[in-house]
């Protein structure tokens, strides 16, 4: 472990991005792992500065962790995007192989590069614009700077870093990790436990894996989700969402949201302006935003039928959670 130790910066103790010894204590860090951060961060630190530490000291279980406890897409943020995309492209200046093998490194500056991969381990950057790469091994680490980037990943594990825009990504392998700080960026993730944020505008993504989470900070996002379990978490305007699987949570902050949910024990928090909401699952319970109106789905004993409530009519209030039983409209709030 080193003992540098490095400098706080300033964000808010209930900033997302800013980890602190009493968050890591609240999602149960390891003893060991406690002291290494006391250590290294006496004031704290960015998730971006904490994560490029643990990579830097190849505490690789660590960094996974770390970033599986972190990202709540409930409160993810525009910076806390940028602070991931920042670690991930930092990780790939380190030897982190867990095995201490070397790993497969790639460091490009130029436009235009394009590179393949075949090993487990491997690690690259691409700073230059029209970048092509692809990873078929597991673990891969990479980070893109430039325009127009375009990754596959088919190993699992994964994790991959865009700062520019209009990237192009693809991950097929299990539990993919990606942070997508550019505007008008298009992802595809077809394995289960993949995490993604995006914080530019008019981003685009697609999950057929079960228990995805996906956060969105930007405007005019557009998103699908087909497996279950799926959680996303929606902050920018204008944002367009699909859920196919059971037992999806989506939360919408901002205004004008459209979001159609067709599996089962969907829960939709909704607290911007003008969201339209269309629940086709059973047993959903919804939470709308000023202005907002859902139509839920629910069974008469025979056959489907649909309850549309609207906010500011027939008693129902924004920020309250409502369900429908029997056919009439019931607080669902604990």
């Known amino acids: 472990m080193s003992e540098t130790q490095t400098a706080p910066t300033s964000v808010a103790p209930n900033d997302p991005v800013q980890i602190t010894l009493e968050k890591i204590r609240g999602w149960h860090a390891c003893a060991e792992g406690r002291d290494w951060f006391r250590a290294k961060f006496p004031q704290g630190g960015t998730y971006g500065d904490v994560m490029t530490a643990l990579y830097a000291d190849k ?12 990202f709540d897409v409930e409160t993810i943020t525009t910076r806390f995007i940028e602070e991931d995309v920042r670690s991930i492209i930092a990780a790939t200046k380190f030897k982190i192989s867990a095995n201490e093998a070397e790993p497969t ?8 590069a394009q590179a393949g991969f075949s090993g487990d381990d491997a690690r690259a ?12 091994g597991n673990h891969a680490q990479a980070g893109f700077s430039g325009d127009d980037a375009q990754a596959g990943f088919s190993g699992y594990g994964a994790r991959a870093g865009f700062s520019g825009d209009h990237a192009r990504a693809g ?25 993604a944020g995006f914080s530019g505008d008019e981003a685009q993504a697609g999950f057929s ?21 799926a959680r996303a978490g929606f902050s920018g305007d204008h944002a367009r969402a699909a859920f196919s699987g059971y037992g999806a949570r989506a939360g919408f902050s901002g205004d004008h949201a ?33 202005g907002g109106a859902a139509s ?9 039928r649909f309850t549309t409530i609207y906010e500011g009519e027939d008693g129902i209030e924004a920020g309250v959670l409502y369900r429908v039983k029997k056919g009439s409209v019931v607080c669902a709030e604990p």
Request: proline share 1%; aromatic share 12%.
């Open 59 to 70: 505490r690789i279980s660590d960094a996974w962790w770390l970033a599986n406890a972190a």
């Open 105 to 112: 490194d790639a460091d490009r500056s130029d436009d235009g």
């Open 125 to 136: 950057g691409f700073s230059g614009n029209h970048a092509r790469a692809g990873f078929s």
């Open 171 to 195: 991950f097929s392998g299990n539990h993919a990790r990606a942070g997508f700080s550019g505007d008008h960026a298009r992802a595809a993730f077809s394995g289960y436990g993949a995490q």
């Open 209 to 229: 894996g079960n228990y995805a989470q996906a956060g969105f900070s930007g405007d005019d996002a557009q998103a699908g989700f087909s497996g279950y379990g």
């Open 258 to 290: 459209r979001a159609g949910f067709s599996g089962d024990d969907a829960r939709i928090d909704i607290s911007g302006e003008g969201a339209v909401i269309a629940v086709a699952g059973l047993h959903a319970v919804v939470r709308l935003g000023p």
């Open 296 to 304: 839920i789905a629910w069974h008469d004993g025979k056959r489907i």
